[in-house]
């Protein structure tokens, strides 16, 4: 079994193989020089923190299971006739089965003109190092998108002293996935934490100097910072699959088995789109720890001769200040919401589409205070409950009622 990308997704595939009694060779392959490490934390406790990269699993672990893992080395191509990938060094490795778990890279920003080292992109953990040392009191930062990796990026560097400015082309914050009732407490709190919002504007240019970044809006006005990072989504990497043949749809198409257009070779995580039973074979793609998870989990699995669908519901979750906000299902076909409030500027939308059936759930709220319903929610999703509103509205009504009718 031949593993071609050492983040999350890879990791948790190699060791279920194992948990799966699976007894034969198994090589994981990365082309960062670290072990595989959560990403999440990049934007949050990798900032602030001693600098130190913290892996997943140690390498004793990997030993331990008789995992191979080659890291920092490049492949070029993968050979589906020969059953095996070749290395930039012009090494071969065969494999049986092959999972592609390559991830996902920052879009870039074409307005940019990088000269000086200035204009930051936040993806590995070499990135976080990088940017932590630019951040302080007395420094400033220029955001430029307001989703969850700007965000958060913003609330850290607040914590650190940092004086910050958000530049987003969208008319709010968090516009893709996250109900605006949402956005607004978080753009609120952001607001009041000193951060300086600027939505509904788009940047034309962004140049540098020796002590500067300076960015020019659509509007006229001109932005000046110590440092900017570019947090605009995205883009998976498809590349080694394209070459190979294997059919691309906004990212690696897959079956509902995870399984890809050409034999013994699958696809999983942030870098692969799939149907999605729940909503009807929809095709997604998803980037999240969960979802990476998940189907590390499934394509161990299937790998081994399985052939389970995905069953699992999207959730994601971001921590920004002493808030969290956690999504689960997709709010799209929703007909109507119903609002749940929990107190102390806590509350959930619930989406209902037009059977009255559960589609999706967003919370806000400080601490854990929104999770408990949210996995309840999530349950409810997966079940394709239907729902009486008023009695969703009420926090009196518990949650867990709805899954026991």
Not at 85 to 91: E, R
Not at 210 to 221: Q, R, T
Request: aromatic share 6%; with cysteine.
């Amino acid at each position: 079994m031949v593993i071609l990308g050492a983040g999350e997704c890879g990791a948790r595939t190699a060791f279920a193989l194992r948990e799966n009694n699976y007894d034969g060779p198994i090589t994981l392959v990365g082309d960062e020089t670290h072990l595989p490490y959560e990403r999440p934390p990049l934007s949050k406790s990798t900032l602030i923190d001693e600098p130190g990269h913290k892996p997943i699993a140690a390498m004793e672990q990997y030993r331990q299971a008789s995992i191979e893992v080659r890291l920092g080395v490049k492949v070029v191509s993968i050979l589906p006739a020969e059953r095996s990938i070749a290395f930039s060094d012009g090494g071969r490795l065969p494999y049986d089965k092959l999972l592609l778990a390559t991830g996902a890279r920052p879009r870039r920003l074409p307005e940019t003109t990088p000269s000086h080292g200035r204009i930051k992109y936040l993806r590995t953990f070499e990135d976080a190092v990088d940017i932590r040392s630019r951040l302080g009191t007395g420094k400033s930062l220029a955001i430029i998108g307001a989703g969850f990796i700007g965000l958060e990026l913003a609330a850290t560097a607040r914590k650190m002293g940092t004086n910050v400015v958000v530049v987003e082309a969208q008319p709010r914050v968090l516009m893709r996935g996250v109900p605006e009732a949402i956005a607004n407490v978080i753009a609120t709190r952001h607001a009041e934490e000193g951060v300086e919002l600027r939505c509904g504007v788009w940047i034309t240019s962004m140049t540098e100097s020796d002590d500067k970044v300076s960015i020019m809006l659509a509007d006229g006005n001109n932005i000046e910072a110590d440092t900017a990072v570019v947090g605009i989504g995205a883009l998976p990497n498809t590349s080694l699959a394209e070459a190979a043949g294997i059919d691309v749809d906004n990212g690696i198409a897959v079956d509902e088995t995870l399984r890809t257009s050409i034999p013994n070779i699958f696809a999983a995580g942030d870098c692969c789109s799939f149907p999605i039973a729940v909503y009807g074979g929809r095709r997604v793609r998803l980037e999240a720890w969960r979802n990476a998870q998940d189907q590390g989990n499934l394509a161990a699995r299937n790998m081994l001769g399985g052939n389970e669908a995905v069953d699992s519901v999207p959730y994601f979750w971001s921590d920004q200040y002493d808030l969290t906000l956690q999504v689960s299902g997709l709010s799209d076909g929703a007909v109507s919401t119903v609002r749940r409030d929990l107190g102390d500027d806590s509350f959930i939308l619930f989406y209902l589409d037009a059977e009255g059936t559960l589609i999706s759930a967003s919370g806000i709220g400080r601490g854990s205070i929104v999770a408990k319903d949210i996995r309840l929610a999530e349950k409810m999703i997966g079940s394709r409950v239907k729902v009486n509103a008023e009695a969703l509205a009420s926090p009196d009504v518990r949650l867990r009622s709805f899954l026991s009718t």
